[in-house]
């Protein structure tokens, strides 16, 4: 029975997500507050990195929470909310950074890797099979003599024991 509760206890403290805002960082308005989380779901946490400004527990992702939900109180959009906040701390404070001139390295290299791998692997898969089908037809080739010879050494030769 205690393991039985042990192990529910352990299910509905992973099943449950972990959100680090407190109670006294909540706004009154139930909308204005989803705006928030929404918006702190997609800011890194710049102690954290990992992490966003919701489910991390640093001073300073809850200091940006705050900064976040005095922006919203004082009736800027979600948009002037992240422009601040990126103009504050950079691109790297979003999650999901933008797709600009400093990031299109980060957003490509990633696709452009697996092309190139891919191409690689097809280049090298076609060379395989040539050499193969050349082989075969090199074998194929061979006069009586040169086969009987062939199985000569492949009848002498030594078993190797390991």
Known sequence: MKRALLALTIVATLATPAYAV??????ADPAK???????????????????????SEAP????LRLL???RIAAGDTDAQVIDFLVARYGEFVLLKPRLNSH?????FL?????????????????????????????????????????????ATEPVSEK
């Open 68 to 70: 976040v939900r005095e």
């Open 110 to 154: 990633t696709p452009l890797a697996f092309s190139v791998g891919g191409i690689a692997l097809w280049r090298q898969a076609r060379r395989r099979a040539r050499t193969s089908t050349e082989r075969d037809e090199a074998l194929s080739n061979l006069t009586p003599d040169e086969e009987a010879r062939i199985n000569q050494l492949i």
């Open 33 to 55: 507050e989803a705006r928030a989380r929404d918006l702190s779901r997609e800011l890194r946490c710049m102690v954290c990195q990992n992490q966003s400004i919701d489910d």
């Open 22 to 27: 407190l109670p006294d960082e909540i706004m």
């Open 60 to 63: 300073l992702a809850r200091d």
């Open 103 to 107: 990031t299109w390295l980060l957003w």
